[in-house]
Structures are given as C-alpha cells and as structure tokens.
C-alpha cells in the first residue's frame, strides 16, 4: 500500500495563493499518472491538473494560468501551487497517483476562497 497524505488548504481571499502537497510513504517506479483532483459541492470529482514522470503537466481549462503542478523525486512529494485563486475554486482538493493499475488517494485538503 501507499499512503498519501495531503496538507496546506486553507481559507483565503480571492486573488490569494496556497500550496497544495502531498507526501507519498514511499517511491515507485510503477507509477502509471499523478495528478491533483477536486469536488465541490453537489458537484463530480474533477480533474484538474496532471503530471508525468518526466515532468510534463497538463491542466483543466479554468485553472490554466493559475495553477502550476509539480514533483520533488527526492521527497516523493507532489504540489500544487495555487495563484490568483477564485471563489470557484472552493472546493476538497485530492492528490492521486495511479500505480500498477491502482489508484492511491490522498484524504483530501479542503480549500476555501472568500470573496
């Protein structure tokens, strides 16, 4: 198993920034995707940002500009850097990492943006 463990949400106000990370138990050299996922209210879990092993990023459209998803190898650790937040963007953020197969999920890191 590993185990992935979320912090740095907060309350903020709009136009502010957090920094998401999350801290895998361990290293893998099966991770098949990781990224970075959130769930509003009455709202589907969405994607919102990807990364590969090589480092290549990918994001949903609204957090485009904004958001910049990155890796530390050496601490196995992912984050997600958060600027120019909006009130949309309120919502439990959850990292995810795919491995053989598998997906592991972080508990979730709530994120309120205040106008």
């Known amino acids: 198993q590993v185990q992935l463990v979320e912090s740095g949400g907060g309350l903020v106000q709009a136009g502010g920034s957090l920094r998401l990370s999350c801290a895998a138990s361990?290293?893998?050299?099966?991770?098949?995707?990781m990224g970075w996922y959130r769930q509003a209210p009455g709202k589907q879990r969405e994607l919102v940002a990807t990364i590969t092993t090589i480092g290549n990023t990918n994001y949903t459209d609204s957090v485009k500009g904004r958001f910049t998803i990155s890796r530390d190898n050496a601490k196995n650790t992912m984050y997600l850097q958060m600027n120019s937040l909006k009130p949309e963007d309120t919502a439990v953020y959850y990292c995810?990492?795919?491995?053989?197969?598998?997906?592991?999920w972080g508990q979730g890191t709530q994120v309120t943006v205040s106008s």
């Open positions: 995810m990492l795919t491995i053989w197969g598998v997906d592991y």
């Open positions: 361990r290293n893998s050299r099966f991770i098949n995707r």
